[in-house]
């Protein structure tokens, strides 16, 4: 596609449910990162990932948020257990390397935790 | 660690110029960015400046890097109200060299008309 695609553009959900947020990256990028965005707060970094590997996991808040990204395209974000807390917008931006000095940001998942 | 600060808001009148500063902590930070984000809209990428230039130009468009005091404005000439939006700014971390951005919470720009 032309631009980064997340999908669903909004999602609410019941507090304990599980939600799988998709990001489908610029075709042939290689670097793909996933931010958080509450209210009235600048994105936070959560995972990024070279090709297939997570190779940088230290923005995830704790053990009920994983991502995966198993054919280094498409990549999915995975929230267990979901609470109150977890709404925000989630965002994914894709570069065609690490460390390029643009990364293409997507519109963004809308997650509402009720 | 590395951390990003904004003002939270500024009011202008249309015509006027805009400025918008930002300061921030990570002295090995190689890029540094300025983003527009208007209401349910994701994140417009407006202009960056690379880590050894101190000024940018880009139309209507200034960007001011002081390294030294680790300090990084955005003017906004002939500011419009199209211009309304959430103003951030975010660093590159160098120490990783992954492409991670870290932002500041946002400058809400108001312009009147």
């Known amino acids: 596609g032309a631009g980064v695609s997340q999908t669903p553009s909004n999602k609410v959900t019941e507090k304990g449910k599980y939600v799988e947020l998709r990001c489908d990256p610029i075709s042939g990028h290689t670097a793909l990162y996933w931010y958080r965005q509450s209210l009235g707060q600048g994105p936070e970094f959560l995972i990024y990932?070279?090709?297939?590997?997570?190779?940088?996991d230290s923005g995830l808040p704790n053990d009920r948020f994983f991502a995966v990204r198993p054919e280094g395209s498409v990549s999915t974000l995975k929230i267990q257990r979901t609470e109150r807390g977890d709404s925000a917008v989630y965002l994914c931006?894709?570069?065609?390397?690490?460390?390029?000095?643009?990364?293409?940001f997507g519109q963004g998942t809308r997650l509402t935790v009720v | 660690g590395e951390d990003v600060e904004q003002s939270l808001f500024l009011s202008v009148r249309e015509g006027d110029s805009s400025v918008i500063n930002c300061t921030y902590t990570?002295?090995?930070?190689?890029?540094l960015y300025w983003y527009k984000q208007e209401p349910g809209a994701g994140l417009q990428l407006l202009t960056y400046?690379?880590?050894?230039?101190d000024m940018k130009q880009d139309q209507r468009l200034t960007v001011l890097l002081n390294k030294k005091d680790k300090h990084l404005s955005l003017r906004i000439a002939d500011t419009q109200t199209g211009d309304s939006a959430i103003y951030f700014c975010a660093e590159m971390s160098g120490s990783s060299n992954t492409g991670k951005l870290i932002f500041g919470q946002g400058t809400t720009l108001q312009v009147k008309p």
């Open positions: 990932f070279q090709g297939t590997g997570a190779a940088d």
């Open positions: 400046i690379f880590s050894n230039m």
């Open positions: 931006a894709s570069s065609l390397n690490a460390g390029d000095t643009e990364a293409f």
């Open positions: 990570d002295s090995s930070s190689t890029y």
